[in-house]
């Protein structure tokens, strides 16, 4: 079942002389029940962007300028303010970024915790709130007791999974991960990751995983979408991503990543930066830094097309398999 | 953060216990004032020409003023009415200046202008010549200079919480906040007011010692109430009739009191601000035993 459908969602950001800088343009993707889509990227590439967009919690310069996102057929774009706080952390719920400074210094993580569930009255008074607190704790591998301390007082590692029990505190059904292992040693990394796994399983959650790791990617996602520029360069199963991409974007991608299995094949960088944000290239966004580009790359945006049933591409080098957009 | 724990943290500060006992003799010495001083300073006394400025005895351990009567009573007496302003005045100010610096840091936009243009106005004008023309017009009285200078000093503690109020407003743990749907109230007093709670408190005891130097400079000015008689007014004589006679145990005393008070506060100020602000006590490393390695219980395998 498609828990979340996201639609052409487009998202700009207003500058102070107006002009509006396309952070995210056409993004679609589908989540199913209890699977994990990662949403990759070079860093400002609209990854974050479209999803606070998906959560309405963009900043202040933030707009969404068209787009759909449907929670179980609910078009949330469309809903109140107050009606989007029963979506909210309820339904969907988020790990932000850097989760060290998502905690509050100076009160105490329980007490945090606690207060996600009262806000949403997920339970009837504040002695079970705190037992929910427990449980949740637990969940992710903390001792109860530690409820009572500072964020301070917790390692780097203890605060990533505290942020995820808030995220869990109101039982929602889709998790949004931004970055959950970024400043994370790789020790914890795969702590942090194996917890994603096991509540993906116990609980039956949806995850859609923020992330510039393709390591992490290949180890958790289900679906995989790449994002270039604001835009959707490819977007796959994680098999078909890993082992035929057809996005030279991608392709270059999964180069520029050390292979296990052959550690002394060179790494392959890709030339030059991401477009700014202000200065688009007219055509496909990859176009500047692109290996197999065209003439018409440069004029014209590729529209995305699937190639074959599930596998779509953005690329005017890629003959799709029929006219179907997504 | 309970009270207990505070005190418990507190007193184990050496600089702040001494803050604290220096602030409560005063405070003792103001509340038994009518015990302790030796005469009323109320009282009508005769005076002889040999007691005038008399030097300091057996009988008037400070010795008398330039009307005969005992220094040390005053300066007892005196407590009181420098403590009075000196706590309620700078308790409006600070209930004045963090609630605009919160809005105006919290809503900032037309809001946050317009509050903080009002601050602005008060703070270029210079304090003291205002308090001076805004006494002088309304009359001098002890309830009138509390509340000049109540009205009048908030405006460093409006700027000092709105600074921070901007930067914590745009840390991720509001956002987090806003995300779990708390709305704007809840998002000040829960989780910004207790960031800012240690530097309000912190301003808010250096601003007693500030409200004390603001009434004895007022009073030292020639507007105290002249029916009370606080440090300030004892210096305003001290200075005037005493000092061409040399005599130190009038112009001293009050001065000294002025500065023990305001040593007091700035240590206790200090103190609390350091308990207050979680982060300053302890590390996540200072107990290893809570530390148990996460992989035993979690089965991890990596």
Not at chain 1, 135 to 159: D, K
Not at chain 1, 200 to 214: A, K, N, R, W, Y
Not at chain 1, 297 to 320: F, I, N, R
């Amino acid at each position: 079942m498609v828990i979340l459908e996201v639609q052409n969602l487009s998202v700009n950001y207003l500058t102070d002389d107006g002009t509006a800088l396309r952070a995210v343009e056409d993004l679609s993707f589908e989540l199913e029940q209890g699977r994990s889509l990662g949403l990759v990227g070079e860093s400002g590439c609209g990854k974050t962007t479209a999803m606070l967009g998906v959560l309405r919690l963009l900043p202040a310069e933030g707009r969404i300028v068209s787009g759909e996102v449907r929670y179980k057929g609910v078009d949330l774009l469309r809903l109140s303010e107050r009606e989007m706080r029963k979506y909210r952390w309820n339904r969907i719920a988020i790990v932000f970024q850097g989760a060290m400074n998502a905690l509050n210094p100076v009160r105490r993580v329980g007490d945090q915790i606690a207060e996600a569930i009262l806000l949403h009255r997920a339970a009837p008074d504040k002695q079970a709130a705190y037992k929910r607190v427990a449980e949740l704790l637990e969940l992710v591998g903390i001792t109860p007791e530690r409820a009572r301390q500072y964020p301070h007082q917790y390692s780097g590692g203890m605060r990533q999974r505290a942020m995820i029990a808030m995220a869990l505190a109101c039982s929602p059904d889709i998790l949004i991960a931004d970055e959950p292992t970024t400043a994370l040693d790789v020790m914890i990394q795969a702590q942090i990751l194996n917890l994603l796994q096991k509540l993906q399983q116990e609980l039956g959650l949806s995850i859609i995983l923020v992330t510039h790791d393709l390591g992490v990617v290949a180890e958790i996602c289900d679906d995989v979408l790449v994002m270039y520029g604001g835009k959707t360069a490819e977007y796959a199963s994680v098999d078909t991503i890993y082992n035929e991409p057809l996005h030279p974007y991608t392709q270059r991608l999964l180069r520029a990543f050390p292979d296990v299995e052959n550690p002394a094949s060179d790494l392959a960088s890709i030339p030059g930066y991401p477009p700014p944000l202000d200065a688009l290239p007219p055509g496909c966004r990859f176009e500047p830094r692109c290996h197999c580009k065209s003439d018409i790359c440069a004029v014209e945006s590729p529209p995305l097309l699937a190639v074959k049933p599930g596998h779509y591409v953005a690329c005017h080098q890629v003959t799709p398999f029929d006219r179907r957009v997504l | 953060m309970n009270l207990k724990h505070v005190w418990d943290t507190f007193r184990r500060k050496p600089m702040a216990m001494v803050g604290l006992f220096m602030l409560l003799s005063v405070v003792l010495v103001a509340i038994l004032a009518p015990w302790l001083a030796p005469y009323d300073p109320k009282e009508q006394v005769e005076v002889r020409p040999e007691d005038i400025l008399a030097p300091p005895d057996a009988e008037h351990l400070l010795g008398r003023d330039d009307a005969g009567k005992d220094v040390l009573s005053q300066l007892i007496y005196g407590a009181r009415i420098s403590l009075l302003v000196g706590f309620t005045a700078s308790f409006m100010s600070m209930f004045i200046g963090a609630t605009v610096g919160l809005l105006a840091g919290f809503y900032g936009g037309r809001i946050g202008n317009f509050l903080m243009r009002i601050t602005d106005f008060l703070l270029v004008i210079p304090t003291l010549p205002l308090m001076l023309v805004i006494i002088s017009v309304w009359g001098r009285g002890i309830e009138k200079i509390i509340l000049v200078i109540g009205l009048l000093y908030w405006t460093y503690m409006a700027r000092l919480v709105r600074s921070q109020v901007l930067s914590i407003k745009e840390r991720q743990f509001i956002m987090r906040a806003r995300a779990i749907g708390a709305g704007s109230l809840r998002i000040i007093t829960r989780h910004i007011f207790p960031q800012v709670l240690p530097l309000i408190i912190a301003q808010a005891v250096l601003d007693i010692s500030t409200a004390i130097i603001a009434e004895s400079s007022l009073s030292f000015l020639g507007l105290g109430d002249p029916t009370q008689v606080s440090w300030g007014m004892m210096l305003n004589f001290a200075f005037a009739r005493a000092i061409s006679r040399e005599a130190w145990w009038f112009l001293l005393p009050p001065g000294f009191a002025i500065v023990w008070v305001s040593v007091a506060l700035v240590l206790i100020g200090t103190a609390l601000e350091e308990i207050a602000n979680p982060r300053l006590k302890t590390h996540h490393l200072f107990n290893p035993r809570q530390m148990v390695a996460l992989a035993e219980t979690e089965g991890v395998t990596v």
